[in-house]
């Protein structure tokens, strides 16, 4: 496996862990409280996960918008990662969930000034024996 890899990888795994963290910690507060009284801090802690492992880009829907956080959470560090490729500065690595809905998820980067950053986020759709990318919220 290449050094590249390696550290694409490493970032999407960081994200998962960040992105689990976050669902974990405010998952049972809004049950308890609501998210009109955590929609602010919720918000500000997710741009800030953003930030540091995805692209600058306008998302008019996903989770930024919903900031929906669920149990079990979608993000877990036991998701499987079944395969790695980069071609120029683009890299493709695909994930297989192990708890909730299973999905298995394609994810999307793009290098820019020496980091990879994640650009989107897609699920396997095996509906009626075809098999079709569509587009998932981060």
Known sequence: ???EIVDVENV???FILAMN?????????VREKGLITLKEKMKQDLDAIFDCFCTKKERK??????LL?????????????????ISGSKAVISTQQTSGFKNRYRYT???KNQQWFIDKKEWLDEEEGME???????
């Open 1 to 3: 496996m290449s050094i």
């Open 12 to 14: 999407l795994k960081d």
């Open 21 to 29: 963290g976050w669902e974990l910690h405010y998952y049972p507060e």
């Open 61 to 66: 829907q996903g989770r930024q918008m919903s």
């Open 69 to 85: 956080c669920s149990d079990p959470p979608e993000y877990s560090p036991t998701e499987i990662f079944l395969n790695s490729c």
């Open 109 to 111: 980067f793009g290098l």
């Open 132 to 138: 079709r990318w569509r587009p998932a919220y981060l």
